[in-house]
């Protein structure tokens, strides 16, 4: 184990700042959509909700989406279309009426 060389970050100051406020604009773009519930988030929130999604039932979806919302809503790219879908599917159980006890 001793033969691992510890993990240097290379990154200047200005690149990791850049990936930092990216990381943090990710996440209060995703916690918005979730808040605010619209019918299509930003195009990265997609992208990140791209990886839950089902192959084809969420692509499918969203290329409908895509139909409706145009392509500056959701960008011609399969994460978008997938992200779309699952985006879909979360909004609609967000959007569902609730019991009154739970």
């Known amino acids: ?12 100051i200005e690149q990791l700042r850049r990936e930092v406020r990216e990381c943090w604009d990710l996440q209060m773009d995703i916690a918005h959509a979730l ?3 619209p019918e299509v988030p930003p195009p990265w929130v997609l992208m990140f909700l ?3 999604a089902k ?10 989406m895509q139909r409706k919302h145009r392509l ?3 960008p011609p790219k399969s994460e978008c279309e ?3 879908g699952v ?3 979360i909004r609609q159980g967000l959007l569902a ?4 006890q739970v």
């Open 72 to 74: 500056e809503a959701i």
């Open 35 to 37: 808040r605010d519930v």
């Open 82 to 84: 997938g992200g779309a």
């Open 50 to 52: 791209s990886r839950a």
């Open 55 to 64: 192959w084809p039932e969420d692509n499918s979806l969203g290329k409908l």
């Open 1 to 12: 184990m001793s033969d691992i060389e510890p993990y240097e970050n290379t990154l200047t």
């Open 87 to 89: 985006w879909y599917r």
């Open 97 to 100: 009426e609730r019991p009154e």
